[in-house]
């Protein structure tokens, strides 16, 4: 069987370490763009952001932070604490768009880099588990986990960014929803990418992708690093039994409002 369009499988590192790159140009859209790169204690990850806003999470492991922005240098020191991903909440670093930022692995380090376009015009910082917002959301077999890292209500341009643990059997983003319209306030356009990882490494799990006409409709098979894209559509994940599943989600589009529509087949689900 051919490997689905909106799948995009970790490379080998590259010389900087980059496992994922993902561009507006290479997923045929317009807004997101994300990467993933893993550095060893003492390596450095130096970028500039150019003419997007940067949201790079430390998905495990510590790291020296610091960015440049309008001549001034913010250096926040040493950030990060989790071992993996399924272990609480995460720092991540902001940069505006048209800085330079650095990441100086002080352990081992996986890092997340979410873009989006943006002017500018709002000052570096870093986000710490403390100003990430958790809830819990569904019961029964569709509880998961979220931690807002960067939500709609949130200090950002056009980043939305968002981790969520689904354990192992469970359903997410469930009963099935999209944002692909721009026709607040009933719905909002926003792109996705979703960034999977598997507790054992080995579980695997599902995500279908599908319009209402069905002219897209992936069902994909999820593995460890996968990179999934949301164009458009509804697009529910699942978990297989005893594999607990992370995904970080990144959303960005014309407006920074998040207003879904949930698929009216399955919306009387949330009656139950």
């Known amino acids: 069987m051919a490997k689905s369009p ?41 970028k500039s952001s150019g003419n997007n806003e940067i949201c790079a999470v430390l998905l495990s492991g510590k790291a020296i932070a610091s960015v440049l922005h309008k001549g001034k240098n ?86 939305l960014v ?12 469930y009963p099935p929803h999209k944002h692909d319209q721009d026709n607040l306030p009933h719905e909002s356009l926003l792109e996705e990418t979703y960034y999977h990882r598997f507790n054992p490494s080995q579980g695997y799990g599902v995500q279908r992708v ?17 990179v999934v894209l949301v164009p458009k559509g509804y697009h529910p994940v699942g978990a297989a039994h005893g594999y607990d599943l992370f995904y970080l989600n990144v959303m960005a589009g014309p407006k920074k409002v998040w207003k879904f529509h949930n698929d009216p087949d399955h919306e009387w689900l949330m009656a139950k």
């Open 6 to 46: 909106l799948l995009r499988r970790a490379s080998a590192p590259n010389a900087q370490g980059r496992v994922h790159h993902i561009t507006p140009k290479s997923a045929r859209w317009t807004y997101v763009g994300f990467e993933v790169f893993y550095l060893k204690k003492g390596e450095k990850l130096a």
């Open 74 to 159: 913010h250096s926040f020191g040493e950030i990060g604490e989790r071992k993996s991903e399924f272990e609480g909440s995460p720092w991540s670093l902001y940069a505006p768009s048209h800085a330079n930022w650095t990441l100086e692995a002080t352990t081992d380090v996986e890092i997340a880099v979410c873009a989006a376009p943006a002017t500018g015009k709002l000052p570096p910082r870093v986000i710490s588990p403390g100003e990430c917002g958790q809830e819990t959301r569904g019961k029964g077999s569709n509880t998961r986990y979220v931690r807002n890292i960067l939500p709609d209500t949130d200090v950002a341009e056009s980043l």
């Open 162 to 173: 968002v981790e969520v643990i689904t354990p192992g059997g469970n359903w997410s983003s």
């Open 210 to 226: 599908y319009t209402e006409d069905r002219s897209l409709d992936e069902t994909i098979l999820i593995q460890d690093r996968d």
